[in-house]
Structures are given as structure tokens and as C-alpha cells.
């Protein structure tokens, strides 16, 4: 459970309609990008500090620049270009490119609230990670 | 940082805008209009303070169309064009912010920029002024606020020029009877 959706146990409906929304961005990738969308919140949390960087030697080139892009989100996002963004619109489709943009922010975005420390400042016990 | 689209609008006959593209995910698309809905129609946290963090993360992340959009909710709670001048860096010093507003920015600098900065009186000084259920939507708010902005940028959906925008607050949609 991310620290978002952990944060927001006093409000069940707003709650689920969070892991409604996370759990639609993460489907629109699935089944046949399943794994992508791990390797990209893993991807993002090394950025962050928060565990061990994907084992990239086995992926295919395509998921590789995938999580290069989505490594960019964090503290980069402006200075991505239009030829990066064009690679993963190539891999991914453009619907497919929409949906990994939102995954890959949202990413970024749960990491921080998780270094916030927003469950514990609202009131649950322990801050799970992302 | 990219004014061109760098993907196609979803609807017919409409530009590049974020509505447009996301309608290529018309399921992410819904279900986020839903929690958006939710999220600024609960007054558990004011919308003044929703807008004034979301104002402050458009600043930071340079979110030009972010930055031009006004909720009318929360221009209905005293939130003009003066205050909104304010939430710049040294809002600390500001008469027109209230204390829980600039409680609530610093959540929003350190959730956005740097974690330390909330630590010690900062920390203090938003439990203080919040309660946890006011936080957890804070938290919720500036989480959406960040990727929105950040998905938007990337996707080259930036404005290369755009007025200020008074549009209505997101609202949970009502069934169609």
C-alpha cells in the first residue's frame, strides 16, 4: 500500500477512489506491460533513495529507455526533450505513452509523500513504503 | 522544457490539451475525475488552502497552465490575486497567508522540493494548524498536484501563452437519472 492510499484510512470513499485512479494507471499497462510498471516505481524510488535500483541486463532496450525517461521524473522532468519523449511514444504507443507518464509521476509524487512522512502526520502508525 | 505536444489529442476536432489527451485512457481519465471531484468537494480542508498548495506547486514546478488557473471556490474564501502574490519564496514573512497556510506550504516545499524541511517547528507547526484528516487530503491534493504537473509538462502540454483562468471547481459528477 503506497503512503498516499495509508494516509487516507480516516476516509475510506476518497481512499478507494485514489486506489481506483492508481490502480487504472497501472491496468492501461497491463498485461502486456505488467512488469514495466514495477521496475518503473522501483526505478523511481532509487532516485529517491528508497532501495536498490532495477537489475537492467536482461531487459529489452525498449523497457531500458522506459526507465531511463521515468529516472528523468524526479528532478529532471523539464529537461526531458521531445527526441526522449519521442523514443517512448515509439516503444509504447501514444496511448501507452500517456498512461506511463502518469505512472512514472505518480511514482515520483507517492516516493515523496512517503519521505514526508504523510502517514504518520496523519495519524497512521507506521509510513510504508511507495 | 516543451511547448509542442508530444502526443495527439484523443478527441476529434479538439487540440492538444490535457482533457484531449487523456481521453486516450478514457478509464485513468474517469476514474481520476472522480477523485478530483471528491478530493475538492470535501471541506475537511478548506479549498483555499487546496489552491493556495496547489498555486505553490505550480510555481515550483513551472507548470505555466497550472500556474493561470484559478478554482472559483476558492476565490469564493478570500483567495485573490494579492495572496496568490504572496505564495513565493518568503511567504513565511507575509501578512495576507494565515499561519495554518503557511503551515500548509511548507508541507507542500518539503513534500515537493526537500522532506527536511519539515522537521522540528515546521513539523510542529503543522500539527498545530491541521488536523490528520486535513493532512491526509493535503497530502492527497499535493501528490495529485505534482504528477499532474509533472505528466502535463512531459507530455509538451504546456501553454506557449495562456491568461488567467477562473474555471469551476472539479465537482463529483452526478449520475445521469
Known amino acids: ?18 486506489a481506483d485512479f492508481r490502480g487504472k494507471t497501472e491496468a492501461a499497462l497491463a498485461p502486456a506491460l505488467v512488469a514495466l510498471v514495477a ?22 532496450e525498449g523497457t531500458k529507455l522506459c526507465l531511463a525517461y521515468a529516472r528523468r521524473m524526479p528532478f529532471e522532468h523539464t529537461a526531458i526533450t521531445d527526441a526522449e519523449a519521442a523514443a517512448v511514444v515509439a516503444h509504447l504507443g501514444e496511448a501507452g505513452f500517456v498512461a506511463f507518464s502518469v505512472l512514472a509521476a505518480l511514482a515520483d509524487a507517492e516516493c515523496r509523500a512517503a519521505l514526508v512522512g504523510v502517514a504518520e502526520l496523519a495519524g497512521v502508525e507506521a509510513n510504508p513504503t511507495p | 522544457m516543451s511547448t509542442i505536444p508530444r502526443v495527439s489529442s484523443g478527441v476529434a476536432g479538439e487540440p492538444a490539451h490535457f482533457g484531449s489527451v487523456l481521453a486516450h485512457q478514457p478509464e485513468i481519465a474517469e476514474s481520476f475525475f472522480a477523485l478530483y471531484g471528491r478530493f475538492w468537494g470535501s471541506d475537511v480542508l478548506s479549498a483555499r488552502i487546496k489552491e493556495v498548495a496547489r498555486m505553490r506547486n505550480a510555481r515550483v514546478t513551472e507548470c505555466g497552465f497550472c500556474r493561470n488557473v484559478r478554482f472559483d471556490k476558492a476565490l469564493g474564501q478570500g483567495l485573490g490575486e494579492e495572496v496568490v502574490d504572496d505564495i513565493t519564496d518568503g511567504y513565511e514573512t507575509s501578512a495576507r497567508l494565515t499561519d495554518a497556510e503557511k503551515a500548509a506550504l511548507k508541507f507542500t516545499d518539503a513534500l515537493i522540493h526537500d522532506p527536511d524541511l519539515l522537521t522540528g517547528d515546521a513539523r510542529a507547526a503543522l500539527q498545530r494548524h491541521l488536523t490528520p484528516a486535513q493532512i491526509a487530503e ?6 495529485l498536484f505534482l504528477a499532474l504537473a509533472k505528466a ?3 507530455m509538451g502540454l504546456e501553454p506557449e501563452a495562456m491568461d488567467r483562468t477562473v474555471l469551476p471547481t472539479p465537482a ?3 449520475a445521469a437519472a
Do not use: N, W
Open chain 2, 138 to 143: 493535503l497530502g492527497l491534493g499535493v501528490t
Open chain 2, 152 to 154: 502535463l509538462i512531459t
Open chain 2, 172 to 174: 463529483v459528477l452526478e
Open chain 1, 1 to 18: 500500500m503506497s503512503a498516499v492510499c495509508a494516509a487516507l484510512a480516516g476516509d475510506p470513499v476518497l481512499a478507494a477512489h485514489y
Open chain 1, 39 to 60: 521496475l518503473v516505481r522501483q526505478a523511481v524510488a532509487a532516485v529517491h533513495g528508497m532501495g536498490a535500483a532495477p537489475e537492467e541486463s536482461a531487459l529489452d
